[in-house]
């Protein structure tokens, strides 16, 4: 299906909240009514809703983009080669992966097909996309309630930071969750996605760099 784009679906206002279960609700329910959001028009090009996953009591959550070719087809997150790598830098960090919630800040697959054809490439998700699927991370952060959350990339930082977020400045850095009173910290760091992107040499420091983050946020959970 040709994907639509933001300006192709009119001025209609993107917002996910009418497609939430009444407050509260669990993440069973959330993640039930998450695969029916019409929030935007990404549900149009994408396989299904692919909600966040992992351990729903964790203190660690970690936040990317949105979902992946493979994510898109499996409806899980983080299943594909940039959440093997996430995964082993996770534990390298000093934390069990299976002990964390893995979510993205947009729940759909956006991407092009180059030329028409079958494969489908990755685009970033708008600020009106991230904006409209916000009430589905929002509900996650009260129902996980992580201790803190890291943001993986420029896209996810955006979400949670503000526009004005670049990853090179602002990673490594414990600070607050914007709007979170329960004392919520975050650490910004890349996606991992850059570390496979990396030239060959660089890929090691990029890496290293990665874990270093994560290890901000496992030492801030004591
Ligand atoms: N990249 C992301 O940001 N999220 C996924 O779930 C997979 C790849």
Known sequence: MQQRTDEAAGPGRYDAA????????????????????????????????????GDTRARLMLVGEEPGDQEDRAGEPFVGPAGRLLARATEDAGIDPDHTYLTNA?????????G????????SPTLREMSACRPWLDAELRQVA????????ATAGRALLGSSFRV???????????????????????HPSAVLRADDSDRAAAYDGLVADLRVAVTALG
């Open 18 to 53: 009418p497609y939430l279960p009444r407050l509260n609700a669990g993440l069973a329910a959330l993640r039930r009514a998450a695969a029916d959001c019409h929030g935007c028009p990404l549900f149009e090009g994408a396989s299904q809703t692919v909600f966040g996953a």
């Open 106 to 114: 947009v729940k759909h697959f956006k991407f092009t097909r180059p």
């Open 116 to 123: 028409g054809g079958k494969r489908r490439i990755h685009k």
């Open 146 to 153: 992580p201790e803190v959350v890291v943001t993986l990339g």
């Open 168 to 190: 090179t400045r602002e990673r490594g850095v414990l600070r607050p969750l914007p709007g979170a009173d329960d004392g919520t910290r975050l650490v910004a760091t890349i």
